[in-house]
């Protein structure tokens, strides 16, 4: 706008020369937005991989959690998912990380059960093989949390 106002004012010759320069910037301008672009698109494919990786997991935790041993469960996870069983194998820790979280879950759930029905700390933690205080902290930060 301004240059299209003061360009009488100008030399040809600077004319011209500003002409390439305002080429060249609205040129690094599209470069930089297409770098912008790959970039989110890279990040948008890394954030959908974690979550197929995630997802893969837990379905493979799920198959141990229904009682198959861990060749047995990467065999079906692998079938259902269509992802070759080489490339689960290395989800085990996450998958034994999903199931340690869930039984705790579990756990935790029974014993706000157990609370609710009268139980006494002493009681629970002899159901559940855990020492009273543990069951205490485990109901405070139950409490805490809700």
Known sequence: ???KRYAHLLPLNELERLEVELGRMAEEIRQ???R???Q??????????RKRIRE???ILAD???AGRNWDEAI???SHSTGTPSERIEPLIPLAQNHIVKTSRARRNRQIMQMVAKGYT???IGERVGMHEKSISRIINDEIRRS
Not at 40 to 49: D, G, K, T
Request: proline share 0%; glycine share 0%; no cysteine.
């Open 1 to 3: 706008m301004l240059l």
């Open 32 to 34: 930089l937005k297409r």
């Open 36 to 38: 912008r672009h790959h």
């Open 40 to 49: 989110e698109l890279a990040r948008h494919r890394a954030r959908n991989h």
């Open 56 to 58: 893969i997991a837990w």
């Open 63 to 65: 198959q141990v959690l």
């Open 75 to 77: 065999r079906i996870t």
């Open 121 to 123: 700390n002493a009681d």
